[in-house]
C-alpha cells in the first residue's frame, strides 16, 4: 500500500534562516504530489504540486519542491523563511486506488518560526 | 465562489448521540471526500463519493455513514458517538485526479 513519510513532526528554525521539511512516499510507479499547508484553526491549502515535466516546481510564496523518484522524495525548502509561514505542512501522494485517485497524507510537519 | 463550506463549525455531542455534518460545494466537481484529523496522524480518509448518488468506503468508516443526494452536498452522519470520535473533521472536493479543495473543518468532541 501507498504511504507517505515526513520525518520531521516539528522544525523549529530562526526568521530568515533556510528551511527543508522531508517527504518520501512508497510507490514506484506514476504518482502526483502535492504539499498543503494548514495554518492555525484553519482547512489545509494547496501550496504546489508535481504533477509532470519539470521536476523543480515552486509556489507563489517562496517555497519549492523538487520531486526526486529515484530516491521517492518530495522535499519542501524555502531559502529564508518569514514568521508568518508558521504552519504545519502537509505532503501528499494522490494514488489510484478501487477505481478512483485518492490523497494519502503523511503525518504532517510542524513549522515554528522564531524571531 | 464559496468554494467548500461546512456546517457546524463547532459540536459537542454526549456518548450516543447522532448528528449529520454538511458539507457544499459550489465549483461543480464530481468527486468529494470526508477525512479526520488526529494529532500527528495527519489526515484518514472516512469516505469518498466519486459522483451524485455514489459513496464509498475509505481508510476509517466505521461508524460513520455518508450520503449524495446532490452533487454540491456530501453529508456525513454519526449514528451513534463514540469518544473515539472526537477529532476535527475535513470535507474536501475535486474535479479530477489533481488537487483536492479542503473546507475549513468541524471541531467535535464527544463526551
Known amino acids: 500500500a501507498q504511504s507517505v513519510t515526513q520525518l520531521d513532526s516539528q522544525v523549529p528554525v530562526f526568521e530568515e534562516a533556510p528551511v527543508e521539511l522531508r517527504c518520501n512516499y512508497s510507490s514506484s510507479v506514476s504518482v502526483y504530489l502535492f504539499w498543503y499547508v494548514q495554518y492555525p484553526n484553519q482547512g489545509l491549502q494547496l501550496l504546489l504540486k508535481?504533477?509532470?515535466?519539470?521536476?523543480l516546481v515552486e509556489s507563489i510564496n517562496g517555497f519549492e519542491a523538487e520531486f526526486n523518484k529515484s530516491q521517492t522524495s518530495f522535499h519542501l525548502r524555502k531559502p529564508s523563511v518569514h514568521i508568518s509561514d508558521t504552519a504545519e505542512y502537509f505532503c501528499?501522494?494522490?494514488?489510484?486506488?478501487?477505481?478512483?485517485?485518492?490523497?494519502?497524507f503523511g503525518s504532517g510537519t510542524r513549522l515554528l518560526v522564531r524571531p | 465562489n464559496a468554494g467548500v463550506t461546512q456546517t457546524p463549525k463547532f459540536r459537542v455531542l454526549k456518548t450516543g448521540q447522532s448528528m449529520t455534518l454538511l458539507c457544499a460545494q459550489d465549483m461543480n466537481h464530481e468527486y468529494m471526500y470526508w477525512y479526520r484529523q488526529d494529532p500527528g496522524m495527519g489526515l484518514r480518509l472516512i469516505h469518498y463519493s466519486v459522483g451524485e448518488g455514489t459513496t464509498a468506503k475509505g481508510e476509517v468508516p466505521d461508524g460513520y455513514n455518508v450520503s449524495r443526494l446532490k452533487k454540491q452536498n456530501f453529508l456525513l452522519g454519526l449514528e451513534s458517538a463514540a469518544p473515539s470520535q472526537t477529532s476535527v473533521y475535513f470535507c474536501a472536493s475535486s474535479r479530477s485526479s489533481y488537487e483536492q479543495y479542503f473546507g475549513p473543518g468541524t471541531r467535535l468532541t464527544v463526551t
Open positions: 508535481y504533477l509532470s515535466g519539470s521536476t
Open positions: 501528499a501522494v494522490s494514488t489510484w486506488m478501487d477505481s478512483s485517485y485518492k490523497l494519502i
